[in-house]
Nanobody, 121 residues
Framework: QVPLVESGGGTVQAGGSLRLSCTAS?????LAWFRQTPGQEREGVAA????????YYADSVKGRFSISQDIDKNTVFLQMNSLRPEDTAMYYC?????????????????WGQGTQVTVSS
């Protein structure tokens, strides 16, 4: 069974918006979004503490992206506004059980298959 399944990716013009969704199987302390462009390091985008709703963002997306969760549906969202071409990447939903927030990829043991986001200029 795949624990994390993303959806909502696509192609959008610069300045537009997309909303990514991730349905999680099981219970986790933190759910987060990472992204990766070929040839670059994985970048932590945003994380949410499932127990209290506290959120954390990379500086590159702060003020433009918003992470949220629907507890009843066990789903996490990433609302992406004011998209830029440099936001183009494969976006992954990730999860961990351990305490403490993190935007480091090594902290997350569960990874979805990814959903592609392409922002055209």
């Amino acid at each position: 069974q795949v624990p994390l399944v993303e959806s909502g990716g696509g192609t959008v013009q610069a300045g537009g918006s997309l909303r990514l969704s991730c349905t999680a199987s099981g219970s986790y302390s933190y759910l987060a979004w990472f992204r990766q462009t070929p040839g670059q390091e994985r970048e932590g985008v945003a994380a949410v503490y499932t127990g209290g709703g506290f959120t954390y963002y990379a500086d590159s997306v702060k003020g433009r992206f918003s992470i949220s969760q629907d507890i009843d549906k066990n789903t996490v969202f990433l609302q992406m506004n004011s998209l830029r071409p440099e936001d183009t990447a494969m976006y992954y939903c990730v999860a961990k059980h351990t305490p403490g927030w993190s935007l480091s990829p090594v902290a997350y043991g569960y990874w979805g298959q990814g959903t592609q986001v392409t922002v055209s200029s």
